[in-house]
């Protein structure tokens, strides 16, 4: 962001870096529930392609559970990664003020 | 174009496809499981904080909840095709074997891979007959050909329907929220149509309309006793509020008369405000009697592990139905319909009675998890034991008793759990009006302390010969009820039922821990039929 454009921004920030952690955890729950799809497929009959389509269905399922639970553990890690982005930006935004003998709220 | 044989019919394995069809079932639930803990982390997400990298969070967040929400109702729809192929396939299969027995039995050879029949000239019959006979067991096969063909097809474009983007699954848009009208178009159906119509929503869209309209969807029989719950809790902390309020704005009537509109009134003199200031004072009482007997429901469900709020209605004397263990997931569930006097205040020691049932089943099948105690309180009594020749409320809670269980019924997981209704005092005479219809869909009928079943005999309750089952302590002063108010006593062996043993004493005894009283109504709940001591 340029020097201009932040100085035009008056957007309030404002983080709880615990909340977002414990939405991450939530999230990351649901995860176990999404099951890896066996047994969603029967026998294929043959001349019944209704068990052709099922055995499609299924596999495409399967594939479809795998990547729903990885997003799902992605957007986890990836909401911890933001928690933990403010705490070092707001650490390092503070080192970066002299020493002022302490602050008394 | 399906190229289905009667050979290809023959050897379908249909069960194969009811496993299969149970898997996407369970895919379903545990979607709508992981949905469920989802949101709790999507609306933490919205707490977390604000600004730019927030809002995009939340985005995402919202964006793979709908995701998520979505992937339910299209297992669902794989499931019920699979359960509707597997049936449709066991009948033709059915129709099958009975044209091919009848051809063979004529003599008549059928080739299963082209669906030809070969028929020698018969020795015996008419040839006209004989030709209709062979037609007519051709036609058969052709029907089932054909209707087999049209399953195949049928069901192959359902399931390829519901085949999942390697993307996005089946989109991220927001379902179309649920509105009022819809909602209040499922009042009055049975619970089975009801269930379905639930089940044909997302869990998106499910958790919206609990949340809107928990008014509607706490009492609608129907819904899985899990949402009902969620509807009703709701609707005991809005009741809650509502009566506060209303008993606030009267205590300051009462404080400060010259507020009060009546008071205010130059035409209105000293009687008038008399008699304004003792309504005020009875409105009053009654809300603060309604208050205690919702706070008596909220400090029972507090305290009480796996309950279920199915009903919560705070007008009047009150009105509660409490499951203790998910009925629709229970082998075994009971249905407590407590007697006279019976009001919202006394929930304690009245779920009390069904947690010692409860506790009591556990026991003797060893399986907690198993069983299901339903507190049924969906009538209005009768206030005092003088006023228990009443009939309106026993006729009144009869026809309430019966889309209840119904329901039960229709959200049940599997569909096969076994369902004893349990009557003490005047609760037997109104589930008595319920069977009586010949519409009360349970395995057993318990009568404790019965004043009466409104019958001469226990043929006239249409319940499954052998399962209604009556226990009367030899000191129960319910003995000395008159045969004309609610009919003779059913402990009597002329009635005809099941009298089990008793060895408590009184009318409210039959509960007592470690009991035969109690135990036998155990052993009758789980349907360990055999281990009932009877006295005849």
Known sequence: MSTDALSASSVVIAVDPTTLRQAAT????????????????????????????????????????GRLRTKLGDLASDLRNLADHFVVADHDAGAGWPDSGGYVP | MSSVTLAALQEADPAAYRAAARAWDDLAARLDAAYEQYVTGQQRVGQGGRGAAIRAAIGRVIDTG??????????RQVARALHGYADEVTTLQRRLETALASASAYGISVDLNTGSVTAPPSPSMDPTAWRNVVDEIHAELAQLLSQARRLDATTSKLLRAQRPTPDAGFGRDAATPVTRDVVEAQLGQPPAAVFAWWQMLS?????????????????????????RDTANRINLDRQLREIRQQADTIQYLINNPWADPVYQDPTRQGPDRQMRRHELS???????????????????????????????????????????????HAAHTAVFVPGVGTDLRDINGDLNRALLLRQSA??????????????????????SPLLGGQESPARDGGAALLPFVDGLRATHTTGDQHVTVVGHSYGTTVVAEAAKTGQLRVDDFIAVGSPGLRTDHVSELSLPPGHVWVGLASDDPIRLAPDFVHGPDPANPAYGANRFLTDTSGHSGYWEPDSQS??????????????VVLVH
């Not at chain 2, 009875?282 to 709020?309: C, F, H, I, N």
């Not at chain 2, 556990?362 to 206030?383: C, E, F, K, M, Q």
């Not at chain 2, 109690?518 to 281990?531: C, E, F, K, P, T």
């Open chain 2, 203 to 227: 869990p998106e869209q499910q958790e919206w309309a609990l949340q809107q309209y928990p008014d509607l969807l706490g009492p609608l029989n129907g819904i899985p006793a899990a949402d």
């Open chain 2, 518 to 531: 109690l135990l036998n109504q155990a052993h009758i709940i789980v349907g360990q039929y055999d281990n």
């Open chain 2, 362 to 383: 556990d026991v003797v099948i060893g399986r907690g998890d198993d069983i299901s105690v339903v507190y049924w309180l969906d009538y209005n009594p009768p206030n």
């Open chain 2, 66 to 75: 709908h995701e998520l929400s979505n992937a339910c109702l299209p297992a």
């Open chain 2, 282 to 328: 009875e409105a009053l009482q009654a809300l603060r009697a309604s208050e205690a007997g919702l706070l008596a429901v909220q400090d029972k469900l507090a305290t009480t592990d796996d309950a279920y709020l199915l009903l919560i209605d705070g007008t009047g004397d009150g009105r509660a139905v409490i499951a203790v263990g998910n009925p629709d």
């Open chain 1, 26 to 65: 939530d999230i990351e729950a649901a995860a176990p529930y999404v099951t890896d799809g066996g047994q969603l497929a029967g026998p294929v009959h043959p001349g019944w392609e209704c068990t052709q389509q099922l055995a499609a269905t299924a596999q495409a399922w399967v594939d479809y559970l």
